[in-house]
């Protein structure tokens, strides 16, 4: 009765040897998933960055041209509305 009890612990732990093999690669399979989940995100996020500092950068030009504009109409002499 020893062996037959033997033999079938043996066979369960085998089974539960391949068990734990298909989980840890399945694990394994998902941290590469999520490796590949970050990447995406950071990359995502560094877009984001570039299009805001492009922005930025088109803002300060533009405050640049608006101030121009103010210094020449300051500049120029009043006009008076032409009357034919």
């Known amino acids: 009765m020893t062996e037959v009890s033997n033999d079938l612990m043996y ?6 040897h391949q068990r734990m093999d298909r989980l840890e690669n399945g694990i394994g399979e998902v941290k590469h998933e999520i490796v590949a989940m970050r990447l995406q995100a950071l990359s995502t996020q560094t877009d984001i960055n570039n299009i805001y500092s492009v922005t930025a950068r088109i803002d300060q030009r533009l405050e640049r041209i608006e101030q121009r504009l103010e210094l020449r109409e300051l500049a120029e002499p009043p006009q008076v509305p032409y009357e034919p």
């Open 11 to 16: 066979e369960l732990l085998k089974k539960i």
